[in-house]
C-alpha cells in the first residue's frame, strides 16, 4: 500500500507492508523539514490512520474524521487541515508496475506528453492525472518540463513546479506525477508503470528498451553460491584513451625587407658630376666651333653624349628607385599574407587539439546521469575503473576553462629597435590563455588526503550525492570503500548511502556508517587500526593499499569530536580520503588540500598549490536528486561481481559435526577411519574450513606442516576451541595406537577439563598438567624424560625387524601395522595451552620441553605451544623449532607480523577466523576454526545450518543481539 503525501508544494510517497504491524508516521522527507502529519497504526490486522495531535483528517468530500480504516485494495483521498497549514494524502494499492521500470533514449529533439487523454505519448489512466497534464521537450541534448495547467501538479525532485513555465532538468532529476515517476539521465528516461495503467505510444525518434527491475526479487539480496556464473557481472576490461602531451612550435616571421633609405642625391650625385663634365665638355666645343666657323654636326655627338649621360644619370636612377620601392611593397604584402595564413594553420592546429583533448575528458570524466544509467542498465562499463587507470577516483565535478595538455613553443619576445607588426601579432597570440572551454573538470579524491565541499545544503548536498554516486558507479566495491558519517537530519538525507555496497566490509560483518558519535567512535577504532597500519607501511614505500576508503562526513560534530576525521586530518594515511560537506567554507577542516565551493549554479576549486589564491570557477553539473540515489543503491544491490571475497568467504560459526558433514556422532566412522589410517604416511586433521569451503587441514607430519608449531590469540579469540577441536579431529582420526596427547593447561583446566572429567576421559591422553596440580609437575618431568628414554630403546629393539636400518617413529608404525613388531608407540603430541605462564612458573619444565622436542622429532615427539602474546615470550629456540605457526586475532599488529609476518591477524574480529604460516612463507592460508562446544543435537541425515537467526544490528552494521527459535537440546 502506498500513500502519497503532498504539503506545501512538496510531495513524498511511502509505503506501509502488506501485513499491518506496528506504526508508521506519515512525513515530509528530513530535506523539507521533516514534518510529521499523520500516523498509520495497525489494528486488528488492518490500517487505521489517524491525524497528528492539533490536525484534522477529512475525507475528500471534506467531511471531518477522527480516524480513517485504510482499504488495502481500494484508492482514497483525505485532506488534513490545522491552522494554516494542509496537506492531501492519496492511498493507493500498491503494483507491480510501480516498482518495473523502462528506458527510452532518444535520437533527435522530441516532445512528450503525459496525461489521462489516450494520445499522449505516455497515457497514464488516473483520476488525479489531468487530460494533458504535461509536456517534456528534448532539444539539443537538454531536457526540460512544463506543466500544462494540471489540477494536482507537477514534481521535480519533490517540489511542485510553477505551471506553464519551462523548467530545466539536469541528469539525475527526477520528475513525479502522482505515482509516474521518471528519472532523467544524459539522452535518456526512465519511467515506472503505476498500477499498469501507463500506455506508451512510441514516437520515430525515441526506442524504448527495457531497464532491470530497480528493486530486488525478494531472492535478491541472497548470498551468490558455488560458481553461479549467471548470477555474477563481470565489468567489461576499460581500455581508455589519453591525452598525449604534444609539442608544438611556432616559427617567428620572416625579416621584413629592409628599404634603401639611402637619399636621391647621393645615390645620382656621382653620375651627375659625370654628366655636368660631359655638358661643359660639349658646351666648350660648340662655342671653339662657333668661334672658328665649324659646322654644327662635328659637335652633335659630343652634345648627344653629354645629354644622354644628364638623361642616364638622372632618370634610370629615378626609375630604378621606383621600381624597387614596388618589388619590397609585394614582396612585404607576400610576407604578412603567408605568415597570417601559417599563423591561422597553427590556431587552427591548437584548436583540433583542444577539440581532440575535450573529446578524450568528456569520454574520461562521466556525468552522473551516464553513471546512472550504467547502473540501471547494468552497462558492462560499470565499475570498469580500476587503481590501474590514472584516473582511479577521479569524480567530476562540472566544467570549466582546462589548461591545453601540449607545449607550445613561441618566438622569444627581445627588444628590438625596429618594430614588426607580425612580431607583435605572434607575441599576442604566445599571451593568450591556452585553455579548453567548457571541458569537464574532475577533483583527484586519490591525491588529496581532506576535501571539502561547502555552500548551502541545497546545493551542496546534492552536488556531494553526485560525487558519491560517481564513485559508487566507476569504482567496484572491492576497490573503494565509502564511509559515511552523518547524523540528525543529514543522516535521514544520506541514509541511501548507507545501503550502497560499497559501505560494507567484505564479509558484509560490518557497515562504514555512523549516525551518533557512539558509532562513529566506534567506526574510528576499527579504521584507526588500518590507518595506523597503513602509514607504517607507506614508510617503506610501495603501491597504495587497497581498499581506498572515501570517508563522507556530513556532520561537524562527528568531524570535530569523532578521532577518524580528526585522525586523518592531522595525519593522512595512504588509501584513505576524508571528504567533508559543510555550508560554510570556515566549518571545514583546516588541513583540506581541495575545496569545491557551490552556489547559485557555479563553483570555485581552491587548490593547495594554487599559487595565485583565486581559485578555478566552473560550471557545476556534478547534482544528484536523492530519488535518484534510492533507485542507484537498489540497482547495485542487484550486482555481484566476481571478487576474491565472495568466492573466499569464510562461515561466521562451523559445529564439529558440521565440518565432518555428520548429523550424529555415528555418523562419523571412527572405526573405520582408525583401520584406514596412516600415521607413517601422513597426520593430517580437520581443524575448520578453508577459503573455499573445503576442509582446512592441520598435519603435523614433518613432510608437511610438523613436527612442531605455535598458535597465537587473544582471550575471546577462539584459542582453546581451535586446539580442542584440533585434538578431538585428531581422535576422530586416528586409534590411541597411533595419536596421544599430554594436554598442558596453565589456564585453569579448560583444555584439559574438555577430555578429562568426571563423565569421560579420551582415550588418546596420556596425562594431563595443570596450573592446579602442584607437586606434579616434577613428576610429569620424570615421565616425559622416561617416556623419551623407553621410545629409544623401542626404535633400536626394533631395528632387527627393520632389517637393520634407523628406525624412527614412522618407520616404527609401519612395522607395528605389520605385525613385526608387538608394542604400540603412537605420535606424541604435547600440547601447551599459555604456556607463557607455564614459563613463568616453572621455567626448568618449559626448557626441558623444548629440549625434548628438539631432540624427539625422530622419536614421534611433538609440541604445539599456544600463547595469548608471543612478542617477548617466545624465544630463539622456540621459533627456530616451530614450523607452522597459526595466529587468531592478537593485540595488535606487532603480533600478527612477529607470528605469520604480516599485521592481517590484528583486524580479525571473528572468534576462530585464524591465518596460518608453514615455514618461511612456504604456505599462507586462512580458515574458520570448527566450534567443538556447541549443544549436541543428533539427527538423522547432515543438513547444512540454516541460518534462521534474528539479529538486531547497530548502525554500523554490528549485531547487538541474536535470536532463533526455540530448540529441544540433548545433553549427553
Known amino acids: 500500500m502506498l500513500i502519497t503525501l503532498i504539503s506545501d508544494g512538496n510531495i513524498n510517497t511511502s509505503s506501509l507492508p502488506e501485513e499491518a504491524s506496528g506504526m508508521v508516521w506519515i512525513a515530509e522527507p528530513a530535506s523539507c523539514g521533516g514534518r510529521r502529519w499523520a500516523l498509520a497504526e495497525a489494528k486488528d490486522g488492518a490500517w487505521v490512520l489517524s491525524p497528528k495531535r492539533g490536525l484534522r483528517l477529512l475525507s475528500e468530500q471534506g467531511e471531518p474524521l477522527g480516524k480513517a480504516a485504510l482499504t488495502r485494495d481500494e484508492e482514497a483521498v483525505f485532506q488534513i487541515e490545522g491552522g494554516e497549514a494542509s496537506a492531501a494524502l492519496v492511498v493507493r494499492p500498491a503494483a507491480t508496475g510501480d516498482r518495473s521500470w523502462r528506458i527510452v533514449g532518444f535520437s533527435d529533439d522530441e516532445c512528450l506528453t503525459v496525461g489521462s487523454a489516450a494520445d499522449n505519448t505516455l497515457a497514464h489512466s488516473s483520476r488525479f492525472v489531468s487530460s494533458h497534464h504535461a509536456r517534456i521537450d528534448y532539444e539539443r541534448d537538454e531536457f526540460s518540463v512544463t506543466d500544462l495547467d494540471s489540477a494536482n501538479g507537477t514534481f521535480v525532485n519533490g517540489r511542485r513546479i510553477q505551471p506553464q513555465r519551462r523548467t530545466p532538468l539536469a541528469p539525475g532529476d527526477v520528475l513525479e506525477v502522482l505515482g509516474l515517476v521518471m528519472a532523467f539521465g544524459h539522452r535518456f528516461v526512465s519511467f515506472n508503470n503505476p498500477g499498469g495503467a501507463l500506455a506508451v505510444n512510441p514516437t520515430p525518434t525515441f526506442v524504448p528498451f527495457e531497464l532491470p527491475p530497480a528493486v530486488p526479487s525478494p531472492d535478491a539480496g541472497r548470498e551468490v553460491e558455488g560458481d553461479d556464473e549467471e548470477e555474477r557481472f563481470y565489468p567489461a576490461p576499460r581500455f581508455k584513451r589519453d591525452v598525449v ?308 562526513c556530513a556532520s561537524k560534530r562527528l568531524a570535530d569530536k569523532g578521532e577518524l576525521v580528526a585522525g586523518l586530518a592531522r595525519r593522512p594515511a595512504p588509501g584513505f580520503t576524508v571528504v567533508c560537506v559543510a555550508e560554510a567554507r570556515k566549518d571545514l577542516p583546516r588541513q583540506c588540500t581541495c575545496i569545491v565551493e557551490v552556489a547559485d549554479g557555479a563553483g570555485t576549486i581552491r587548490a593547495k598549490d594554487d599559487a595565485s589564491g583565486e581559485g578555478l570557477a566552473f560550471r557545476p553539473d556534478a547534482f544528484a536528486d536523492p530519488r535518484a540515489c534510492e533507485a542507484l543503491c537498489r540497482a547495485l544491490d542487484l550486482v555481484r561481481l566476481d571478487v576474491a571475497s565472495a568466492r573466499e568467504a569464510l562461515p561466521d560459526s562451523l559445529g564439529f559435526l558440521e565440518m565432518y558433514e555428520a548429523g550424529n556422532v555415528g555418523q562419523l566412522g571412527v572405526r573405520a577411519r582408525w583401520a584406514e589410517a596412516k600415521a607413517s604416511e ?210 595488535d599488529a606487532a603480533d600478527s607480523k612477529e607470528m605469520i609476518r604480516r599485521p592481517d591477524a590484528a583486524a580479525l574480529s571473528q572468534a576462530g577466523r585464524f591465518f596460518m604460516l608453514v615455514g618461511y612463507n612456504e604456505q599462507f592460508s586462512s580458515g574458520q576454526a570448527a566450534w567443538a562446544g556447541a549443544p549436541y543435537e543428533p539427527a538423522e541425515a547432515f543438513a547444512p545450518a540454516a541460518d534462521d537467526a534474528v539479529e538486531l544490528v547497530s548502525g554500523a552494521g554490528r549485531a547487538l543481539a541474536s535470536a532463533r527459535p526455540a530448540q529441544t537440546l540433548i545433553h549427553i
Not at 442 to 451: D, H, R, S, W, Y
Open 245 to 552: 602531451r604534444r609539442a608544438l612550435s611556432v616559427d617567428p616571421p620572416p625579416a621584413p625587407r629592409k628599404p634603401d633609405e639611402t637619399p636621391l642625391a647621393m645615390k645620382i650625385g656621382p653620375s651627375m658630376v659625370m654628366a655636368l663634365a660631359a655638358v661643359f665638355s660639349g658646351a666648350a666645343m660648340f662655342v671653339r666651333m662657333q668661334e672658328s666657323g665649324g659646322s654644327p654636326l662635328s659637335a652633335a655627338p659630343t652634345l648627344v653624349m653629354a645629354v644622354s649621360l644628364v638623361l642616364g644619370s638622372v632618370l634610370w636612377p629615378v626609375l630604378a628607385r621606383r621600381f624597387e620601392g614596388r618589388r619590397a611593397d609585394r614582396a612585404e604584402k607576400e610576407r604578412r599574407r603567408a605568415y597570417t595564413a601559417y599563423l591561422d594553420r597553427m590556431r587552427s592546429l591548437i584548436r583540433d587539439e583542444a577539440a581532440y583533448q575535450k573529446e578524450v575528458l568528456e569520454e574520461n570524466r562521466v556525468e552522473v546521469g551516464e553513471c546512472l544509467r550504467r547502473a540501471f542498465e547494468r552497462d558492462p562499463r560499470l565499475m570498469d575503473r580500476t587503481p590501474a587507470h590514472d584516473d582511479f577516483l577521479e569524480v567530476r565535478v562540472g566544467t570549466g576553462a582546462v589548461p591545453l595538455a601540449a607545449d607550445v613553443r613561441y618566438p622569444d619576445e627581445r627588444f628590438s629597435v625596429e618594430r614588426d607588426d607580425l612580431s607583435e601579432v605572434v607575441f599576442r597570440l604566445a599571451r593568450e590563455p591556452k585553455d579548453i572551454k567548457d571541458a569537464p573538470l574532475a577533483v583527484p579524491l586519490a591525491a588529496n588526503p581532506v576535501v571539502g565541499i561547502a555552500g548551502p545544503a541545497s546545493e551542496a548536498r546534492p552536488f556531494a550525492f553526485g560525487l558519491v554516486a560517481q564513485v559508487a558507479c566507476l569504482h567496484s566495491y572491492e576497490d573503494v570503500k565509502l564511509v559515511v558519517l552523518a547524523e540528525g537530519a543529514e543522516a535521514g538525507a544520506w541514509a541511501w548511502a548507507r545501503a550502497l555496497p560499497h559501505a560494507f566490509s567484505d564479509d558484509r560483518a560490518e557497515r562504514y556508517a555512523a549516525s551518533t558519535l557512539e558509532e562513529a567512535t566506534e567506526l574510528g577504532l576499527s579504521l584507526g587500526r588500518v590507518a595506523e597500519e597503513r602509514r607504517e607501511a607507506g614508510r617503506s614505500g610501495g603501491a597504495a593499499p587497497l581498499p581506498h576508503y572515501v570517508v563522507v
Open 682 to 891: 601422513t597426520l593430517a586433521a580437520r581443524v575448520g574450513a578453508g577459503p573455499s569451503g573445503e576442509p582446512f587441514l592441520l598435519n603435523l607430519h614433518e613432510r608437511f606442516h610438523g613436527p612442531h608449531g605455535l598458535v597465537a590469540g587473544t582471550t575471546g579469540s577462539g584459542k582453546s576451541e581451535f586446539l580442542i577441536s584440533w585434538v578431538l579431529s585428531m581422535c576422530v582420526e586416528y586409534s590411541p595406537e597411533e595419536a596421544a596427547f599430554v594436554l598442558i593447561d596453565y589456564k585453569g583446566g579448560g583444555l584439559a577439563g574438555a577430555f578429562d572429567n568426571e563423565r569421560a576421559r579420551l582415550p588418546h591422553l596420556a596425562g594431563t598438567v595443570t596450573n592446579l596440580d602442584g607437586a606434579a609437575i616434577a613428576r610429569s618431568l620424570a615421565s616425559l624424560k622416561s617416556e623419551l628414554r623407553r621410545r629409544q630403546a623401542l626404535f633400536n629393539a626394533a631395528r632387527p625387524a627393520a632389517g637393520g636400518g634407523t628406525v624412527d617413529v614412522y618407520r616404527y608404525l609401519e612395522l607395528f601395522r605389520e605385525g613385526k613388531v608387538g608394542e604400540p608407540c603412537p605420535h606424541l603430541f604435547v600440547v601447551a595451552d599459555e604456556f607463557a605462564e607455564l614459563k613463568q612458573q616453572e621455567p626448568e619444565f618449559m626448557d626441558e620441553l623444548v629440549s625434548a622436542a628438539r631432540i624427539g622429532r625422530s622419536l614421534g615427539v611433538h609440541l604445539v605451544l599456544a600463547t595469548q602474546k608471543p612478542t617477548g615470550v617466545v624465544n630463539d629456540q622456540i621459533w627456530s623449532n616451530s614450523k607452522f605457526k597459526v595466529c587468531l586475532k592478537v593485540a
